[in-house]
């Protein structure tokens, strides 16, 4: 069974300082992971994602996410917040090696606070 | 950019009423799905579709859940008798294929009174 893990509720940082959002997995297979973002009364927006290869994936907005094998991790990261970043952030996993729905598993999410 | 197309935005359904929410997916995407989100907070998943059929399905699609994609175009849940706590907002979200990641629609925010 897939399962994703934010531990943070709330992530608070000053605009121009870098900003990380943790993301854990689990997952049997290989892992396709995904980060999402989701402002006031919209919907989710694709930001990101890792299926191979490098593990640092650089996505939309200047976000980046570093995959971690060995810790299991796929934290979402900028190196210079902007106020207009504040939002909800999603973590999301799917078993890249199963087959026929492709079914994702999101994370709890985390809301991301940047202080002008 | 192509996009899903949910409607309605709003939908307000007394308690036991059937509701049918509707989903135009991207066109030449071929694994559709619905989540939930219950006040802003965790989304759910619900059920995944492809090839004319249910993949996969949580354990919140019960009996009074289903969906069809009844033309080459829409993608339809149906709640047959709504009860209180399926009050939340709808998404649909579609993919071309296991690799790349959803586009989801603006979602149906459904309030059963």
């Known amino acids: 069974a897939q399962s994703v893990a934010q531990p943070e509720d709330q992530v608070n940082v000053a605009e121009g300082n870098p900003l990380t959002v943790k993301c854990t997995y689990s997952v049997s297979g290989n892992p396709y992971l995904f980060w999402y973002v989701q402002y006031p009364n919209r919907g989710l927006q694709f930001l990101l994602k890792y299926i191979t290869g490098d593990n640092l994936v650089k996505g939309s907005y200047g976000f980046e996410a570093e995959f971690n094998k060995s810790q299991t991790s796929f934290h979402l990261k900028k190196p210079s917040a902007l106020v207009s970043d504040s939002a909800l952030y999603f973590c999301?996993?799917?078993?890249?090696?199963?087959?026929?729905?492709?079914?994702?598993?999101f994370g709890a999410g985390t809301r991301l606070f940047v202080k002008a | 950019e192509p996009e899903v197309t949910q409607t309605p935005s709003h939908q307000v359904t007394q308690m036991g009423q059937e509701v049918i929410l509707r989903c135009v997916p991207i066109s030449n995407h071929l694994y559709f799905y619905w989540y939930r989100q219950i006040l802003g907070q965790k989304v759910e998943f619900l059920v995944s579709?492809?090839?004319?059929?249910?993949?996969?399905k949580s354990e919140i699609f019960d009996d009074q859940f289903s969906v069809e994609r009844p033309d080459g175009s829409n993608f339809t849940l149906k709640i047959r008798s709504t009860k209180l706590e399926d009050s939340a907002m709808y998404f649909c979200a579609s993919t071309v294929r296991g690799g790349y990641g959803y586009t989801f629609g603006s979602g149906t925010r459904l309030t059963v009174v």
């Open positions: 579709f492809y090839n004319n059929e249910i993949s996969e």
């Open positions: 999301a996993v799917r078993d890249g090696s199963g087959t026929g729905g492709f079914k994702t598993i």
